[in-house]
């Protein structure tokens, strides 16, 4: 059964902090991880990841998968009250068929 | 253009009722899904449809069925409805090497009493 992991369970940093968030994935026939963040209603889509060592960026946002390790690791640098959110995990496999992680909170606080 | 539109918003039901959950995108995507989410989890994945006249099972298919009514409509239907699947229910469309962004509909909060 294909799982994906995601850790922490939450936590809580002050504005200006950097955080890192990690993704452990068991999938089989992977294609692609893809990330998100959801905060009062449906996730919004962050990145995809579909190659090893290739780091994505969007301002203050980063992320980069390690396919030989099968994980993934999300930055967030500087971070302000409306980087508050759920960060979700989503493992893809062959078939379009998604997984995904339990999410790690973040609370940031002014 | 509307995105992804989920009907109805809130439902209560009683146990063993049934209903259908309808979901409608209007972006010609090939890949829709079904997710429910429970409190302070995250989102899992009930059934998804790769592309029209295909379904497959996902993580917690148990208690649901569903139909990809065509190209646009994919509809999830709970047959005996149990107090366990009180949740928030998700549709949600795709895409994939389209931009590969997931367009999520605005969800469906079901109560089972």
């Known amino acids: 059964e294909d799982k994906v992991v995601q850790s922490p369970l939450s936590l809580v940093v002050h504005e200006g902090d950097t955080v890192t968030l990690n993704c452990s994935y068991e999938?089989?026939?992977?294609?692609?991880l893809l990330w998100y963040k959801q905060e009062k209603k449906a996730p919004t889509f962050l990145f995809m990841l579909?190659?090893?060592?290739i780091e994505k960026k969007s301002g203050r946002l980063s992320s980069i998968l390690d396919k030989k390790e099968l994980f993934s690791i999300l930055n967030i640098t500087a971070t302000q009250t409306g980087d508050s959110a759920i960060y979700l995990c989503?493992?893809?496999?062959?078939?379009?068929?998604?997984?995904f992680g339990g999410g790690t909170r973040v609370l940031v606080k002014p | 253009n509307a995105g992804v539109t989920q009907t109805p918003k809130f439902q209560v039901l009683k146990t063993g009722q049934s209903m259908t959950l309808q979901c409608a995108q209007d972006?010609?995507?090939?890949?829709m899904y079904w997710y429910r989410q429970d409190p302070g989890m995250g989102l899992r994945l009930i059934y998804y449809?790769?592309?029209?006249?295909t379904t497959d099972k996902g993580e917690v298919p148990n208690g649901y069925n569903v139909s990809r009514l065509n190209k646009r409509e994919f509809s999830l239907r709970l047959e005996s409805a149990a107090p366990s699947q009180t949740s928030v229910y998700f549709c949600?469309?795709?895409?994939w090497g389209e931009g590969n962004i997931q367009y999520f509909g605005a969800g469906t909060r079901l109560s089972v009493l």
């Open positions: 949600a469309s795709i895409d």
């Open positions: 579909t190659s090893s060592g």
């Open positions: 972006m010609n995507h090939n890949s």
């Open positions: 989503v493992g893809k496999a062959a078939g379009n068929k998604l997984t």
């Open positions: 449809s790769a592309s029209e006249g």
């Open positions: 999938v089989t026939n992977f294609r692609s």
